[in-house]
T-cell receptor
Framework: DVKVTQSSRYLVKRTGEKVFLECVQDMDHENMFWYRQDPGLGLRLIYFSYDVKMKEKGDIPEGYSVSREKKERFSLILESASTNQTSMYLC??????????????FGEGSRLTVL | AQSVAQPEDQVNVAEGNPLTVKCTYSVSGNPYLFWYVQYPNRGLQFLLKYITGDNLVKGSYGFEAEFNKSQTSFHLKKPSALVSDSALYFCAVRPTGANNLFFGTGTRLTVIP
């Protein structure tokens, strides 16, 4: 069974802290994504990566960075957490090339609260 | 610019009745279209997709969706709703040549026993 695993389901952090959200997929997918989900706004793309050490900004990259040192792992980093980054964060992956029919495979989500 | 609209924040339907969750999109080219479902405190689960071919696509849990190119719509349907269908539903599009999906704001479906 295919799987995208997000390391933390629930986190509570304080303003100014550095936060790491980890995502691992076991499907050997080239593409990985980080979205944030907020009520009334749906899912918005923060960053995505189509290969190791490659990254592309999504629609709302401000305040975030990412790291992809290995194919299976894609990390989202909040350098200095702020209260407006309180949200549900969703990691997803997809294959590249002819295998890519567009479907994304999602993790269970990480709910971050910044106090 | 790409956009996906789900005009209803909330849809209520009685158990056993047919349900429709609406989605319209504004994307250039021939996009791929998707529906995902999210249960409380869970990630998104894929329901169905349209890439090409028959305008009526069937997916998981008895759901289906109808692609209408002239109306740029992709409404989700089910002939007979179950209480267990209560969840948050997202419509998404992948523009031609893109890797990522653009999502609507979601529609909360409540099936009343």
């Amino acid at each position: 069974d295919v799987k995208v695993t997000q390391s933390s389901r629930y986190l509570v952090k304080r303003t100014g802290e550095k936060v790491f959200l980890e995502c691992v997929q076991d499907m050997d997918h080239e593409n990985m994504f980080w979205y944030r989900q907020d009520p009334g706004l749906g899912l918005r793309l923060i960053y995505f990566s189509y290969d190791v050490k490659m990254k592309e900004k999504g629609d709302i990259p401000e305040g975030y960075s990412v790291s992809r040192e290995k194919k299976e792992r894609f990390s989202l980093i909040l350098e200095s957490a702020s209260t407006n980054q309180t949200s549900m964060y969703l990691c997803a992956s997809s294959p590249a090339g002819t295998e890519n029919t567009g479907e994304l495979f999602f993790g269970e989500g990480s709910r971050l609260t910044v106090l | 610019a790409q956009s996906v609209a789900q005009p209803e924040d909330q849809v209520n339907v009685a158990e056993g009745n047919p349900l429709t969750v609406k989605c319209t999109y504004s994307v250039s080219g021939n996009p791929y279209l998707f529906w995902y479902v999210q249960y409380p405190n869970r990630g998104l689960q894929f329901l169905l997709k349209y890439i090409t071919g028959d305008n009526l696509v069937k997916g998981s849990y008895g759901f289906e969706a109808e692609f209408n190119k002239s109306q740029t719509s992709f409404h989700l349907k089910k002939p007979s709703a179950l209480v267990s269908d209560s969840a948050l539903y997202f419509c998404a599009v992948r523009p031609t040549g893109a890797n990522n999906l653009f999502f609507g704001t979601g529609t909360r479906l409540t099936v009343i026993p």
